[in-house]
């Protein structure tokens, strides 16, 4: 009788990825797509502002049920939640704004102090804010708020830059580029504190990716590529899926944690 057979039961898995440029490119994507999906069921099918907020918020909470009950990481259950938590996310900031007049530098301000007090509960808590540490439900919990307050305040501050600066799509997306890259640079060059660089860069991912769908779907003639809603939707989805694809054949960015 072999007494050392492995169990594998007793492996213990993280609930999201690992950081990887597949992280980067299905996340950015992830925000155009779902911006330009929340626009179908509000303007095309005539929906509204409200009722896409409350059926997007109700799909949300059925995907994240699901994201949660997961014992280890799912490349296609993780994905589809952050899609969904991108949508409802920009849909927070844009009922603020246009339902309830609430300026964009108000908002600004209010989810930042909301996502500090997201990160002071997670630390006060799990004494840890290590993405690489989300193996219970109580961690999970304050991972998943706090991306969707990430979403709401990159939401607010993309549009607050696009209004005031008027950079433009295709300068717009440059920009938050090369903020991104600079702090990466931060990161990996000046050994910058991983935590605090990878939330920034995560905020930041959300208005570049509206800046590069606005680049891809606008007509020429407001400095746009002319690929239309529909047209960018599918081939962002195309990259999305077939990424998320291979990620779950090869687990490439699974994190074991023993």
Sequence with gaps: MNTHTHDTSLELWSKVPEITLYFWIIKMFSTTVGETFADFLNADLGMGLSGTSLVMGAVLVLALGIQMAAKRYSPPKYWFTVVLVSVVGT???DNLVDNYGVSLQTLSIVFSLA???CFIGWYASEKTLSIHSITSTRREAFYW?????TFALGTAVGDLVAETLQ???L?????FAIIIALVAFAHYGLKINAVLTFWVAYILTRPLGASFGDWLSQPLSNGGLGLGTVGTSALLLTIIVSLVAYLTITRKD???LN
Excluded: E, P
């Excluded at 708020?145 to 307050?149: A, G, K, Q, R, Y």
């Design 91 to 93: 849909l927070i900031t």
């Design 115 to 117: 996502l500090a007090a």
């Design 145 to 149: 708020l706090t991306i969707l307050v």
């Design 167 to 169: 950079l433009g799509y």
């Design 171 to 175: 300068n717009s997306t440059l920009a």
């Design 254 to 256: 699974a994190i074991r």
